[in-house]
């Protein structure tokens, strides 16, 4: 891949650097990497500084500090969906620089290990021949909450590295929930190969004196435990650059030792369900970091590509941006038994942990690349509405706040009704379940919890016609009573019941709720009809909605509703885009990105596509909000409303999918357990 040339028309909200999950997520927040440090998804600084000496002479490449020092040209910015890269060119050499996060959906141990390489290749690009000299600088606070904490840090050799980590002196795992939050127990590990001759520190300023000598300081800060103010230093010598490529790398990575705490159960991250040692995961992901980057840089390609076959350059890179921050936003543990679970966190919304009408929207993703993980995201559901402290006829909305989910905190918890979503989730849930027994072929999952599905679906035959005054998942739009796309959302979910009770040998169940979704769903065309679309609510005139939830019909074969219904409403649409986007519905001119595409995968011709997803591409390329993709934003200013890095943007995989032979394609890729 040239990287001068790749996506280059791209401007990115913010860059993907280490995506793992919502503790470990670094980005830059500008259009070069030199003009801002590098943050957290919240936001919260947690500066990586890079320098280069070319020469004698000091350059950034990484971070806006020392701001003395001169920042490299940036030549080239590409986001692939496993890679980040840049190149630099400064003084006759040429630097780039290379994130890879090897999220390969067939392979789950390698989604659940912790490790970021970064790469440098350097080369003369003037003829003559250069010395050149590298430093990373990583600040400790990357390993705590804030600075007000204490940390210690140390030396470590294993079998293939030398490695420096640092951690919060008081280590108290599992101990807060929340969303504006960073960790602040387990520990960071900067990792460099023996074979790449380099030397380290831990100090407070080495990069002060690299800057002025081109060397590090001779000792470590040995005074222990300190603010979080000492710094991780690794530098590389690369004498005599010329035009052949010199390569250097090292490993970013962290441990935490127990990631999400289950019904009061601590949850190890699933690389260490055997209890695997810290040095031998790292010592393992050294081993295979050249495999892994030819494995990488093919479902790069590959992905890319078929993204790109289903829906045009603009949406394949609008998919491409959303990969690694809808992984990154979960965390990967195993249970008592060694089985996946996939927690997901929602990032900046209420901090909720596996929110249903959050698994609902991001699932496309996983249902394309890797069903069991959607399989492991709703097994924690389903567990959890099996108890008997789950008193309620309709789904669980959520199962705590990250990173404990011990039980729903939304609205009224486990007392009341209040506030609950009870058609939304059950809706959701139905609908999932159904979508991935179609995709592993076995509805084995909802076999095991069938009195829960029934509860549910016996709740949507009574209710879901004509919703209550109740919540969405578009909770930020109030309360709505009489709503026509959630009622879709019910309907469907009854096909969903009837398919699965089909699929488990229930035939007399299938052919009474297949019956009841088609009496519904034809009531439905009557109530919600006004004239050229279908209203927001069955009560409402003068109104419309964007009918999402009707993408299901189609892509699950249900066939409720007749084509008609998505022509006449996408024909409506196309008369409400704004200059970023359609809005979500009449009220407001603000829209959800994830839906967007689900509402554009509506349309019958590539045209009509393309009129709904083009604004939103280029909004990624103007919005002023520069935070980690945001899903809920103004349609006319491009200015994010509330939202970002959320799990919620894999939803716009719903295109790929829609495309079966694409999706059978990549489901018969082979796991790596």
Known sequence: MSLGSAQSQERPPATPLITHDPYFSIWSMTDRLTDSDTSHWTGSAQPIAGIARIDGKAYRFMGASPDAVPAMEQTAHAITPTHTRYEFKQSGVTLQLTFFTPLLPDDLDLISRPVTYLTWTATANDGATHNVSLLLDVDSVIAVNDRSEEVVSGRHRTEALDVLSVGSRNQDVLNRSGDNLRIDWGYF??????????????????????????????????????????????????PNVTSQPTTRHLLLAYSDGYGIQYLQRNLRSYWQRNNMPVEEMLNTAEAQYASLEQ????????????????????????AVLAYRQAIAAHKLVADANGDPMFFGKENFSNGCIDTVDVLYPSAPLFLFLQPKLLEAELLPVLEYASLARWKFPFSPHDLGQYPLANGQVYGGGEQTEEDQMPVEESGNMLILLDALARAQGTPQLSKRYWPELTK?????????????????TDDFAGHVAHNANLSIKAIEALAAYAD?????????????????????????????????????????PDTWSQKYNLVWDELLDYKLFPPSVREKEVAYYLTKINKYGLPLDSRKDYTKLDWSIWTATLASNREQFDQIVDPIYKWTN??????????????????????????????VYIKVLSDKQLTAKWRRKDIHE
Do not use: C
């Open 500 to 540: 699965l009770a089909h699929m488990i040998g229930e035939e007399n169940v299938a052919k009474d709720y297949s019956k009841t979704a088609k009496e519904m769903a034809s009531k439905w065309l009557g109530m919600a009809a006004e004239g050229d679309h279908y209203k927001l609510a069955f009560n409402s």
């Open 622 to 651: 103007e919005t002023p909000s520069r935070v980690p993709l945001t899903d809920w934003y103004d349609t006319k200013t491009g200015k994010q409303i509330g939202f970002q890095a959320r799990s919620v943007v894999g939803g």
């Open 456 to 472: 549910w679906a016996e709740y949507l035959r009574h209710k879901g016609l004509d919703p209550e005054n109740q919540l969405t």
């Open 295 to 318: 494995r990488g840089t093919k479902f790069d390609e590959e992905l890319t590509a078929d993204l790109t076959k289903a829906g045009g350059a603009h949406y394949a890179a609008i």
């Open 189 to 238: 590990h900067l990792a460099v190969p023996h074979d790449e001759p380099s030397s380290s520190a831990i100090a407070h300023r080495a990069i002060d004196t690299f800057i002025a000598s081109g060397h590090l300081p001779a000792s470590d800060a040995i005074e222990m435990p300190g603010r979080s103010a000492s710094h991780l230093d690794v530098e590389f010598d690369l």
